[in-house]
């Protein structure tokens, strides 16, 4: 009776032990699986934190742009050597940003009335061309028809309702750091292997 009893309790120890074995196996298997999607979640998180802080970066340069040229206090190549300056840690000098400042004076006469760009400066090396086109001393499209009308000369008040307006664009090409796929990185961003963050500030 008592080699009975001792067989059956040694017998159910074993099923215990090959029944924890077996758990133990299926978390691993488990944990292979969720494992690799874990990692991508966790850099994506990573990544969208990165994507906000570079809009944030970028939107505020193009901001302070504006107001330093409305107010006069930086102009041209110099206003562009600070801009890309303040943008730190992002390089917007060489191949990953792009810096557009368009000065656009109203019409100065019934004869003259239509406003036209007065001077344009760029800083960076990334292909990203500015919204504002025309030629210097032309007429400038890819304003709002509202700033337009403003800066047009008005024959009834002998002025226009505004003398000039700055234009600040500012363009960064954001890489992520998520491992995807190749053919999920061209899905999403071709070309490059980069997402083209804009701003744009009229003053």
């Not at 940003?97 to 760029?122: C, D, H, L, M, V």
């Not at 009834?156 to 600040?168: C, F, G, R, W, Y």
């Not at 491992?179 to 961003?189: G, I, M, S, T, Y």
């Amino acid at each position: 009776m008592d080699v009975q009893n001792q067989n059956q309790g040694m017998g159910n120890r074993l099923r215990v032990l090959r029944g924890r074995r077996s758990e133990r196996g299926a978390s691993m298997i488990e944990l292979a699986f969720i494992l690799p999607i874990l990692i991508v979640l966790a850099y994506g998180v990573v990544d969208i934190g990165r994507l906000i802080h570079a809009r944030l970066v970028i939107t505020n340069v193009s901001r302070e742009g504006g107001s330093l040229a409305s107010r006069g206090i930086r102009t041209g190549s110099t206003l562009v050597g600070v801009l890309q300056s303040s943008a730190t840690p992002f390089d917007l000098k060489n191949a990953e940003g792009k810096i557009w400042i368009t000065s656009i004076k109203a019409g100065t006469s019934t004869t003259q009335p239509e406003p036209y760009i007065a001077s344009r400066f760029n800083g960076g090396l990334l292909n990203a061309p500015s919204s504002i086109t025309g030629p210097l001393g032309g007429k400038p499209a890819g304003l709002s028809t509202a700033i337009y009308n403003h800066l047009q000369f008005d024959s009834l008040n002998k002025t226009s309702d505004i003398a000039e307006v700055t234009v600040v664009e500012v363009f960064y090409l954001y890489r992520p750091i998520t491992p995807l796929p190749k053919f999920v990185k061209d899905l999403v961003l071709p070309g490059s292997g980069g997402m083209l963050i804009g701003s744009k500030a009229v003053f």
